[in-house]
């Protein structure tokens, strides 16, 4: 089995699995019908980018593992999800700016993965752009929308931008699946876009009225499997029917 | 590579009995989804491909072919394909009617799209009364193609399916 290339897509997948669930805490639980709609498509468009990733490391794997498996039956040390994204819906200026933060740097991801020499991979990229761009236009608008909003939207807003900002460094972190996918012309090298990245970011934030924070201390661990304490409760739900339930399908 | 399509003559009026569950007027055919059909050594080879990642209504379209072709008397296999990634360019005149007659907005050129969605051109018809007099409600309606508008003269809520380019 290539074992690398299987990590590599895990840590691609993880990302979308782990915010995808996010999303989807907020069935029937969004502020308003179409937000709630809104945030239950792009969880929707996230899983189904998933079950492609998970299918073709399930083929990689070439043992009796399914999609299902790959996705419901690890344990939380082997989630390799960015710290980002597993963290909780403490409010909607939360759920938007994790949105935000993450969509930013999935598209310039997206947009180098579609030049991978693995053409699974780069089909997935190719197909997923186009969701991705909706995403982050979504996204996009509500950092906007609430950080030149109200004094009360903004004030939340910047707590949830402050707050977040410590775990976006880890986007730009290699592992060692990374660097050896990169070395193959398979893998996208994240440090690369990390300039991008923040200007990209940074344009938004002003042009939402926010400020763009200074701190420079960052959190990471997600990619090598050491989480926040978040990721196990939302592992627990996940997780809940195929443990209950052994080998239902999705 | 290529974005043509490949079906067999005589499948074509068994496969456009399918449709879209989620879009019942409109037959898979029409919808761009099917790519491939094909009858080798008696089974149907069929390639789809999904219009959005997450659709869930893909599994439903494979199993209904399936059937469809079981009453013809075919036995058939279905492929889900990514590469070439589905447009909404693939959506037949047919299709497009078809979608309007039911209510749904068809999509816009590329460049008219990013008018509506991100610059609030009012460029959209209402599927009930035909005014251009439009806006965007919400960037995602009842299933991630569509966006939710309202007509700002009859006031009708309807949907408009998003260009996927």
Request: with cysteine; aromatic share 8%.
């Amino acid at each position: 089995m290539k074992q690398n290339l299987y990590n590599y897509i895990l840590g691609i997948a993880d990302n979308s699995l782990i915010l995808g669930q996010r999303l989807g805490e907020l069935t029937g639980h969004g502020p308003s019908l179409e937000t709630d709609i809104a945030c239950t498509n792009i969880s929707l468009d996230l899983f189904g980018q998933v079950r492609s990733y998970f299918q073709y490391a399930a083929k990689i794997a070439g043992d009796d593992r399914t999609e299902d498996d790959i996705a419901m039956l690890r344990k939380e040390r082997e989630y390799v999800n960015v710290l980002l994204v597993e963290q909780p819906n403490t409010n909607f200026a939360y759920t938007m700016a994790r949105q935000f933060l993450f969509d930013v740097y999935h598209l310039l991801f997206l947009q180098e993965l579609e030049k991978s020499k693995d053409l699974t991979l780069s089909a997935i990229a190719t197909k997923s752009i186009k969701e991705v761009s909706y995403h982050e236009r979504f996204s996009g608008d509500w950092i906007k929308r609430l950080g030149d909003g109200t004094e009360e939207s903004k004030t939340k807003m910047q707590d949830a931008i402050d707050g977040l900002w410590t775990y976006t460094d880890e986007l730009f972190h290699q592992t060692e699946a990374d660097k050896a996918m990169v070395a193959e012309g398979i893998g996208v090298d994240v440090t690369k876009l990390k300039e991008t990245y923040y200007k990209k970011v940074n344009e938004i934030l002003e042009e939402a009225t926010l400020e763009i924070p200074e701190s420079k201390w960052f959190q990471k661990g997600g990619k090598e499997g050491v989480h926040t304490e978040h990721l196990g409760y939302l592992l627990a739900e996940l997780q809940y029917m195929q443990r209950a339930y052994p080998n239902m399908e999705w | 590579m290529t974005t043509e399509q490949n079906i067999d003559q005589i499948l074509i009026p068994i496969l456009e009995q399918v449709s879209d569950p989620e879009i019942p007027v409109l037959s898979i055919m029409d919808m761009g989804v099917v790519r491939t059909a094909v009858i080798e050594n008696n089974i149907v080879k069929v390639e789809i491909t999904p219009t959005y990642s997450g659709c869930p209504a893909m599994d439903v379209i494979g199993d209904d072919i399936k059937a469809a072709l079981k009453v013809a008397g075919y036995d058939s296999e279905i492929e889900l394909i990514l590469a070439p990634a589905w447009t909404t360019d693939w959506i037949t005149p047919r299709g497009r009617k078809a979608l309007e007659d039911y209510g749904i907005a068809a999509p816009l050129n590329a460049e008219a799209d990013k008018d509506v969605l991100l610059n609030d051109k009012r460029i959209v018809k209402c599927t009930n009364c035909g005014s251009q007099n439009t806006r965007l409600v919400s960037q995602f309606g009842s299933t991630a193609c569509k966006a939710q508008f309202q007509c700002d003269d009859c006031q009708e809520p309807f949907d408009y399916f998003k260009c996927l380019k």
